[in-house]
């Protein structure tokens, strides 16, 4: 399953990036990166919604994953990046959004993503902008957590710096707080370091060891 969302997921850029030249093999592992922003969606009942999604990819993805776009100007289009977006997220919502919330001790679960978007800014980075709503509203009267990873660190995910998680409408006395993974054992830093230049993942679980943690609780 996680083999074929690694082809699927990234179909339409990681292939080429893949094959390309030294470049691409001195970063094998992980493949892609992605700074995330996200804004946490309050009901008016003061329950958490959904999450609304900012990733923006790193030079070589965001070449590869618009490469032939846009004609003779080599300016894709609206409309060709809002289609790169649903493929991506078609995707995506196999995997959760590579998305892990928990309320409440529980699991939250994902409906299908809504109000996407893509962007390209003046350094040609792609940024994919979605909706994640919850199948059923989540409490943050308990602690909220979120976090995005990939388990086996194929894609490297990590919060942006300054302001990376905000909340929108939430009840007043709300704290967010953001809690950064401790460094890595020995023997943890050196199958990272093994998997380096290879396509080996060094972990199944590694994702989640180098993922940070948004942290929110309300009255």
């Known amino acids: 399953m996680i083999a074929r969302l690694r082809t699927s997921l990234f179909a339409l850029g990681l292939a080429g990036l893949l094959a390309a030249a030294p470049v691409a093999s001195a970063r094998a592992h992980p493949h892609v990166f992605v700074a ?94 979605f909706t994640a709503p919850f199948k059923e509203p989540a409490s943050a009267g308990k602690a909220f957590a979120l976090q995005v990873y990939d388990p086996t660190y194929f894609v490297a995910f990590d919060f942006e710096k300054g302001t990376p998680v905000t909340l929108s409408g939430a009840p007043q006395g709300c704290s967010l707080s953001i809690v950064t993974p401790p460094p890595l054992l020995a023997e943890e830093q050196r199958k990272l370091n093994d998997s380096l230049g290879t396509n080996v993942s060094p972990g199944a679980d590694f994702g989640l060891k180098l993922a940070s943690r948004a942290v929110i609780a309300c009255p």
């Open 36 to 129: 995330v922003k996200t804004v946490v969606l309050f009901a008016p009942d003061g329950r958490i919604t959904g999450l609304r999604h900012s990733w923006t990819f790193d030079d070589m993805y965001s070449a590869f994953a618009t490469q032939g776009l846009g004609g003779r100007s080599g300016k894709p289009s609206e409309a060709e990046l809002k289609e790169l977006a649903r493929t991506n997220l078609e995707q995506l919502e196999e995997a959760d959004f590579f998305t892990f919330v928990r309320a409440g001790g529980r699991k939250a679960e994902f409906a299908p993503a809504v109000d996407y978007s893509m962007t390209l800014d003046a350094k040609k980075l792609v940024t994919m902008h």
